[in-house]
């Protein structure tokens, strides 16, 4: 009969890990304001957003899935996340976005998370994503 605070402690540690993996919260401050794309890989990236994200993730916001403006982090870890879809996030290989798409969805992601923020700086970084 001991085995069962073993399981309890497991499906507890379990849930702990699952819910620390979301990575951001399910709300965020609304975007205020038109978005506007700067650079024509920006505006690239807004059209394969529209066409693969914007379902889960309305104009960068919680939905189904969570906001993206506290989904910060290396590029190499958000372009994993797009190519393995962490949790319940659908995968997208390289015939659904091309690796040249990702890159334009990735600047694109960087100029939501900017916006708002003060001018010269990507993701709350000065340019070149250092602090």
Known sequence: MKAIPAVNGFIGA???????????????EPIKGAVVAVEAS???????????????????E???????????????LQ??????????MPSFDKTQISD??????LSYLALLRS??????TVDGFGQGGRP
């Open 115 to 120: 916006h708002g923020s003060p001018a010269g």
């Open 79 to 88: 372009r994993r996340r797009v190519r393995h879809g962490p949790g319940r």
């Open 100 to 105: 040249e798409q990702l890159e334009e969805l």
């Open 62 to 76: 919680a939905g189904l899935g969570p906001a993206l403006n506290g989904l910060r982090g290396p590029k190499a």
């Open 14 to 28: 379990s849930a702990l890990i699952v819910s620390l993996g979301c990575g951001s919260p399910r709300r965020s």
């Open 42 to 60: 920006q505006e690239r990236g807004k059209i394969v957003f529209m066409q693969n994200c914007n379902r889960c993730h309305p104009g960068g």
